[in-house]
């Protein structure tokens, strides 16, 4: 009798293996963010994430079809406000930059599903994601601020805020706000578990968020620790997050299962600027191939247990699984 590995029988042949195939991506899936810029007549790179660019609102016709063409089902809104404040004021303008976007974006295809960044560090002159006050951002300020910069991009009409902050509380206020002014509808996207990360530092080159003092340390998780992932995940929850997040996704995988394993509501994960950048620009030295290295990374993710997949990859990626890359 020969002996032929069981396992093998199921991969003689690509349609084979695709029907066993025990994760899918999908460009369903993907989350595309956006990084919007006041001006006009902007289409300009991000030195710090090639391939990836700035808009101004009057130019997001374009990419805008493209992502709808695609079949991506979704964008995550960044703003760079033309001018910042101690206290990220331009952050809850009705008229700013990520308000503006999310009306005309609407205007172009009321069908994407509309998820806004909701912090203050691309807002304050400082960088921090709070209200500084004695060289400490304090919590229960900030709150206040960002349960408003909440209610104006959801006035605006984004489908989904994602705040990123990582105050305490944030959750519950925000969820008190937006019922009491009647968006019972609009779902809260939680970053639950935002490390404190060197993987950000693409992001915050591109965003020109960069602390300008201290570090974020004592407002994002330190990557010794996953329990304490689990109780933000649980607490917000609690206070009534729709989806929990990971940040960022390849060095977080165990994170990613845990939630998944735990949790019974969508898990997104945030392949995040230096997980894209590093291999942007290892493929552009030649040193990989970025088509396969790109579907392998996001079907890993996937693999670990996320639902939703935020990458600057998503373009890429639906193209490739479309075979037009
Ligand atoms: C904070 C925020 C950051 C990212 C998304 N939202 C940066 C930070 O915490 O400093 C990083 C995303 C990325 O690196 O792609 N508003």
Do not use: W
């Not at 809104?77 to 033309?82: I, M, S, T, V, Y």
């Not at 600027?273 to 996001?298: Q, R």
């Amino acid at each position: 009798m020969q002996l032929i590995k069981r396992g093998r029988r199921l991969r003689t042949s690509q349609g084979l293996r695709r029907m066993v195939a025990e994760t899918s991506l999908n460009i369903d899936d993907l989350i595309y963010p956006l990084f919007i810029m006041e001006g006009n007549n902007i289409i300009e790179d991000i030195p710090s994430m090639p391939g990836q660019y700035y808009y101004s609102v009057d130019r997001l016709e374009e990419i805008i079809n493209e992502i709808s063409m695609l079949g991506i089902p979704s964008v995550l809104l960044f703003g760079l406000p033309e001018k910042k404040d101690e206290s990220g004021s331009e952050a809850y303008n009705q008229d700013g930059i990520i308000q503006k976007a999310i009306r005309r974006i609407k205007e172009l295809n009321k069908e994407l599903i509309v998820i806004t960044d909701v912090c203050m560090c691309e807002y304050t002159s400082h960088g921090h994601c709070g209200i500084v006050h004695d060289n400490c951002v304090d919590n229960d300020c900030t709150v206040d601020v960002i349960k408003k910069i909440a209610l104006s991009h959801v006035k605006a009409g984004a489908d989904i805020v994602a705040p990123s902050d990582m105050m305490d509380g944030r959750i519950g206020a925000i969820r008190e706000l937006l019922d009491k002014e009647g968006y019972i509808d609009t779902a809260i996207m939680s970053y639950s578990a935002k490390y404190s990360s060197s993987f950000y530092g693409p992001f915050r080159d591109a965003a020109k968020s960069a602390p300008q003092f201290g570090d974020r340390k004592t407002y994002q998780m330190d990557y010794h620790n996953s329990n304490e992932a689990i109780r933000e995940g649980e607490q917000d929850l609690v206070e009534g997050a729709d989806i929990l997040m990971v940040k960022p996704a390849l060095s977080y995988m165990d994170v990613i299962y845990r939630f998944k394993e735990r949790f019974t509501c969508p898990i997104a994960a945030y392949n995040v600027s230096g997980e894209y950048s590093m291999i942007k620009v290892a493929a552009a030295n030649g040193l990989i191939d970025e088509k396969t290295m790109i579907i392998e990374t996001l079907t890993g993710i996937k693999r670990s247990g996320a639902d939703l997949i935020i990458t600057y990859f998503a373009l890429d990626a639906a193209k490739i699984m479309r075979g037009i890359y």
